[in-house]
C-alpha cells in the first residue's frame, strides 16, 4: 500500500469513528429523554390469540414499547392479512439498529393483556 493510500484509509477511519461517536452520543440523548408508550402488537403473545376490535379489526393497545424522543419504530407488528411488517417514522428507521439493542437489554417490552388460554380469541366490542 502506498503512503498516499494509507493516509486516505486512515482519514477515512478517523471520520467513519468520528461519525459513529456522534450516532451513537445523539442516540443515548434521544433515549435518556425518552419514555414508554402504548403500542399494538397485532396479535397476543400466543400464535391462536389474536386481540382486535371486533366490527373494524383494528388492533388493541396491547403492549408498551420504549421510544426514544420523536422516535416511532416498531420491527414486528402483525397486520390484519397476519403479515409482519415494521412501521416508524424516519427517526425511527435511522436509530433502528440502536432502538432493537436497546429494547432486547436496557428497556424491554411490556406486555399489558395477555390470553389465559392460548387457544381463544379475545375480540371486543366496537
Known amino acids: ?16 469513528g468520528v461519525l459513529f461517536v456522534f450516532y451513537l452520543g445523539t442516540y443515548i440523548t ?5 419514555g414508554y408508550y402504548l403500542n399494538q402488537s397485532g396479535k397476543f403473545r400466543y ?3 389474536k386481540i382486535r376490535y371486533r366490527s373494524i379489526s383494528l388492533p388493541v393497545s396491547d403492549i408498551s414499547t420504549w421510544n426514544p424522543k420523536g422516535c416511532r419504530f416498531q420491527y414486528r407488528f402483525e397486520n390484519i392479512k397476519g403479515e409482519y411488517v415494521s412501521r416508524g417514522n424516519d427517526l425511527g428507521y435511522f436509530f433502528a439498529p440502536l432502538i432493537i439493542l436497546d429494547r432486547r437489554f436496557i ?3 411490556e406486555v399489558l393483556i395477555e390470553s389465559k388460554n392460548p387457544d381463544e380469541t379475545d375480540r371486543f366490542p366496537l
Open 30 to 34: 434521544l433515549s435518556s429523554l425518552g
Open 1 to 16: 500500500m502506498t503512503g498516499s493510500r494509507r493516509k486516505v484509509v486512515k482519514q477515512t477511519l478517523i471520520v467513519a
Open 107 to 109: 428497556h424491554p417490552t
Open 47 to 49: 400464535q391462536a390469540g
